[in-house]
Nanobody, 125 residues
Framework: QVQVVESGGGLVQAGGSLRLSCAVS????????MAWFRQTPGKEREFVGI???????YYEESVKGRFTISRDNAKNMVYLQMNSLKPEDTAVYYC???????????????????WGQGTQVTVSS
C-alpha cells in the first residue's frame, strides 16, 4: 500500500510564497507520475500540475510561471513551489500518485491511484 502525506500549507499574503511537500512510500517512486490537485468548497477537484516519471512537468494555465513541481526520487518526495500567490489560489491542495498513467488522462482524478489527505493553503488579499 502506498501512503501519501502532504505538508507545508498555511496562511500567506497575496504575492507571497509557499512550498508544499509530499512524501510517498513505496519502492518504485521513480516510476510514478506525481500530480497536484486543488479543491475549494462546492467545486470539483482541479488539476494543478504534474511531474511525469521521466521528469517532465506540465501545469494548468492559471499557475504557469508561478508554480513549480520538483521531485527527489532518492527521498521519495515531490514538491510544489508556489510563488506570487493570489487569493484565488486558496484551496485544499492534494498530492496524487499514479502508477502507469496514460498520458491523455492526466487531468482526471480517476487516473490516480493514491491520494494524500490534503493541506490547506489560504491566500489573503
Amino acid at each position: 500500500q502506498v501512503q501519501v502525506v502532504e505538508s507545508g500549507g498555511g496562511l500567506v499574503q497575496a504575492g507571497g510564497s509557499l512550498r508544499l511537500s509530499c512524501a510517498v512510500s513505496g519502492r518504485t517512486f521513480s516510476s510514478y507520475a506525481m500530480a497536484w490537485f486543488r479543491q475549494t468548497p462546492g467545486k470539483e477537484r482541479e488539476f494543478v500540475g504534474i511531474s511525469w516519471n521521466a521528469g517532465y512537468t506540465y501545469y494548468e494555465e492559471s499557475v504557469k510561471g508561478r508554480f513549480t513541481i520538483s521531485r527527489d526520487n532518492a527521498k521519495n518526495m515531490v514538491y510544489l513551489q508556489m510563488n506570487s500567490l493570489k487569493p484565488e489560489d486558496t484551496a485544499v491542495y492534494y498530492c496524487a500518485v499514479s502508477d502507469g498513467l496514460i498520458r491523455a488522462t492526466y487531468r482526471y482524478t480517476s487516473s490516480y491511484h493514491y491520494w494524500g489527505q490534503g493541506t490547506q493553503v489560504t491566500v489573503s488579499s
